[in-house]
């Protein structure tokens, strides 16, 4: 019985001792120690228990007792920031639409290959009506400044007379269509080249979302 009393009083003990040590180590309390850290202007990091009103717009780091990051404060972003930030979010949802876009319009990659060869073909069809209506102004001007080369300044005959306003316009309006037209071949070759860069570039996309990864 004695021996069962010892073991007992040893337990308790035993039992006291590790409860104090924890409340030793806790501080005696049941709060969490907290200790923040920040740097200063100079560039020197510093910690304590609270952060110097001037630097407190700053990022800081809270850690505990034994010195574990609880969480990190950000500094607040500069509208520039702010508007980068909402730049490449939109990009990203755009992204994404673009994304579901491919997965539930087409099939595979020939429906792309497809489409995009129809558009090209459109394009090359109004090219070639474009060059069409360039060569018929061009066959006009010519007869128009046949006519134009028996008048003054053209004319090197004495009597020869003023050119008249009416066909002068014509050539001026002539000239100027196809200046025109020739702009319209130009913005039409740029956006065949668009069309292509722009299905190739769903061809690849569309191989990468529909390819099993692993």
Do not use: C
């Not at 001037?54 to 520039?80: C, F, I, M, W």
């Not at 702010?82 to 755009?94: N, P, T």
């Not at 109004?126 to 003054?152: C, D, N, P, V, W």
């Not at 071949?185 to 956006?191: L, R």
């Amino acid at each position: 019985m004695e021996i069962a009393r010892v073991l007992f009083a040893v337990v308790v003990l035993s039992g006291l001792m590790g409860e104090a040590g924890i409340a030793a180590n806790s501080g005696g309390n049941s709060k969490t120690s907290r200790i923040y850290t920040w740097t200063d202007k100079d560039g020197v990091r510093h910690s304590g228990d609270f952060v110097p009103p001037e630097y407190a717009q700053q990022q800081k780091s809270v850690l505990n007792a034994q010195g574990v990051e609880l969480h990190r404060d950000e500094p607040p972003k500069t509208p520039e920031e702010r508007a980068e930030e909402l730049r490449l979010q939109q990009e990203k949802m755009q992204r994404q639409q673009h994304d579901r876009f491919l997965l539930t319009t087409y099939t595979s990659t020939r429906d792309i290959e497809r489409l995009r060869d129809e558009r090209v073909a459109q394009i090359d069809a109004q090219m070639h009506a474009t060059s069409g209506y360039i060569e018929t102004i061009e066959s006009r001007l010519k007869s128009l400044s046949t006519r134009a080369m028996q008048f003054k300044p053209y004319s090197d005959k004495p009597d020869a007379r003023r050119m008249p306003d009416d066909l002068a316009e014509q050539l001026v309006i002539g000239v100027t269509e196809v200046r025109s037209q020739r702009s319209a071949i130009e913005k039409q070759k740029q956006d065949m080249s668009s069309v292509r860069v722009q299905f190739d570039a769903d061809i690849t996309r569309y191989r990468e979302l529909t390819t099993p990864t692993g």
